[in-house]
């Protein structure tokens, strides 16, 4: 009987985060829900990435908190936040987001973070409409928890291994950490990050900036954008044809790199584009030397 019980509720749960998710894909917003024990380090994760996230360009971003003095942290390096009082439960569910939704911008933004709450079992059970679930381990919770609380390491799609400035101190074994994690998880992206050193947070910021663009293009917003781009090239190649075009692709305001695409305003082209560009151009050229036989 019980059994039935826990199924409906989750059941129930699964249809709330599909319409947030719904809700999310329709306005182009990445979201990422953070998961961990107690104190392993999500606001001090979020403290990090979101400023480094904002400065590049990369990322509009707002992040949803559960928990009491944690707001402020993260309001104070420029992200706004919206904070949820989950009265005691253990875990975020789709209907406390759902519930916050209207306070959220949806359309100006291009990532939401949500830090759940601080608890190795029940978050990794319920979706609120994330794109990924990402986990945050410290090294000082110790070497047993991948195998002792695997559903966290199977639904997360990357693991951060906080608090590696303290691995002079403690009797730890990473190695068997990552065994294990892998071994309940064989795509989990691991990352060793230390949040007081900022060892390892580059990787980290750009995975998840490479994440989002990959996410972006495939939503209309992007694909506006990208057509807009690909024509505003085509025009300047017509005018401004052989080494010009060539000084114009490096030079002007279409960037070099994807990461730094700017996916909320300018027009801006990564390399993949430009190579997509290219090939296009090869298979036309292709295409009329056999029509032409
Ligand atoms: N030594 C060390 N302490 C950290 C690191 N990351 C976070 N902390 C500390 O761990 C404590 C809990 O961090 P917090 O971000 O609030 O964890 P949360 O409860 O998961 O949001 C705070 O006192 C942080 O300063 C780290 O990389 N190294
Ligand atoms: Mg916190």
Same mark, same amino acid.
């Given at each position: 009987m019980k059994v039935k019980v826990v199924t409906k509720i989750l059941e129930a749960n699964e249809r709330i985060a599909l319409e947030n998710r719904r809700l999310f894909d329709k306005s182009g917003v990445y979201v990422i829900n953070l998961m961990s024990g107690p104190g392993a380090g999500k606001t001090s994760i979020l403290e990090k990435t979101c400023p480094r996230l904002q400065e590049s360009g990369s990322a509009s971003l707002k992040a949803i908190l559960a928990g009491s003095d944690d707001a402020e942290r993260i309001e104070r390096c420029g992200a706004p936040v919206v904070q949820i009082?989950?009265?005691? /439960?253990?875990h975020l569910d789709a209907n406390m987001i759902s519930e916050v939704l209207?306070? &959220?911008?949806l359309q100006d933004l291009d990532l939401l973070f949500i830090e759940n709450v601080?608890? =190795? #079992?029940c978050p990794a059970e @319920? +979706? #609120?409409?994330?794109d990924i679930k990402v986990m945050v381990l410290s &090294? /000082?919770?110790?070497?047993?928890k991948p195998l002792k609380y695997p559903l966290m390491f199977q639904e997360s799609s990357a693991l951060l291994l906080n608090k590696i400035d303290l691995a002079p101190y403690l009797d730890v074994d990473m190695e068997k950490i990552r065994r294990d994690a892998l071994s309940l998880n064989p795509k989990l992206r691991i990352f060793e990050v230390?949040? +007081? !050193?900022? /060892?390892g947070l580059t990787e980290w910021i750009d995975w998840l900036k490479e994440l989002i663009m990959k996410r972006l293009m495939t939503t209309h917003q992007w694909y506006d954008l990208r057509d807009t781009a690909i024509r505003e090239v085509r025009m300047k190649k017509r005018t401004n044809r052989s080494k010009r075009n060539r000084r114009f692709l490096k030079h002007?305001? &279409?960037?070099?790199? =994807? !990461?730094? &695409?700017? @996916? !909320?305003?300018r027009l801006l082209l990564g390399p993949n584009l430009q190579r997509q560009e290219q090939t296009r151009h090869r298979k036309r050229a292709r295409m009329t030397f056999f029509a032409k036989p």
């Open positions: 009082n989950t009265g005691g /439960a253990c209207g306070e &959220i911008p601080g608890n =190795l #079992v @319920f +979706k #609120v409409g994330e &090294i /000082a919770e110790g070497h047993d230390s949040c +007081k !050193t900022g /060892a002007s305001h &279409i960037s070099r790199s =994807l !990461t730094s &695409i700017n @996916f !909320t305003g």
